[in-house]
């Protein structure tokens, strides 16, 4: 699929505490497939990854969250770790930032601890989805159904549970990007075709 989300912005939302393979997978996964890339955060300079709770490497912030919005991306993916969505639920800006993806019914993936993000933008009622075990109550009390399974589809919201998960979530996401692009540039391409102030071609246009 390499090239096959050439053009396309994706934003990945993340503080200090990220778990780093859930970061660093998704993240070369679209990369390759050629989309481009914003690491959006609560800070400037650098966040720390971490590696089940150890310091790991540290990531250089692309865009601050409150200097975006879901109209400046296509797709928005939240990696997991507990302290970075914990810390980001926390922040209005970023709840704002996620809760705009989901009204607007663009793409959005989110592992582990990530779904808290969801909870806190009110936009689980109704949607069937999987995280961290940790996360089931939260879910369920926000109206959400929690299903434990590697990988959950709904509608245009992928979820996964950890870092195990990892292979089957990234080949979740880049099928459903690939997807969700492919449709909207249908739609697109009919919208062109036939305008809405245009009448339709009759016997009379014909010579």
């Known amino acids: 699929m390499a090239d096959s989300l050439k053009g ?6 993340a503080t200090d505490g990220v778990e780093q393979v859930e970061l660093t997978e998704p993240w070369k996964t679209l990369k390759d497939a050629g989309a481009d890339l914003s690491l959006v955060s609560d800070k ?3 966040i720390q990854g971490v590696n089940h709770g150890e310091k790991a490497d540290m990531f250089r912030v692309d865009r601050l969250v409150d200097e975006v919005t879901a ?24 709840v704002e930032f996620v809760r705009g993806f989901m009204e607007a019914d663009k793409p959005v993936a989110a592992i582990c601890h990530g779904p808290w993000l969801l909870v806190e933008a009110g936009a689980v009622k109704g949607r069937t989805l999987t995280s961290s075990p ?12 929690w ?61």
Do not use: H, W, Y
Request: glycine fraction near 8%; hydrophobic fraction near 35%.
């Open 147 to 207: 299903v434990d399974k590697q990988v959950e589809v709904d509608q245009k919201l992928v979820t996964s549970r950890k870092p195990e998960d990892i292979p089957a979530f990234c080949q979740k996401l880049l099928s459903m990007l690939v997807t969700a692009i492919d449709e909207r540039r249908l739609d697109r391409m009919g919208e062109q075709s036939f305008p809405a102030s245009d009448p339709l071609p009759g016997p009379s246009s014909i010579r």
């Open 8 to 13: 396309r912005k994706v934003a990945f939302l």
């Open 71 to 94: 109209r400046d991306f296509d797709a928005l993916v939240l990696p997991g770790g507990v302290r970075s969505p914990d810390k980001l639920r926390g922040n209005a800006g970023a």
């Open 134 to 145: 940790s996360l089931r109550t939260d879910i369920t009390n926000a109206g959400g159904e």
């Open 44 to 46: 400037e300079g650098e």
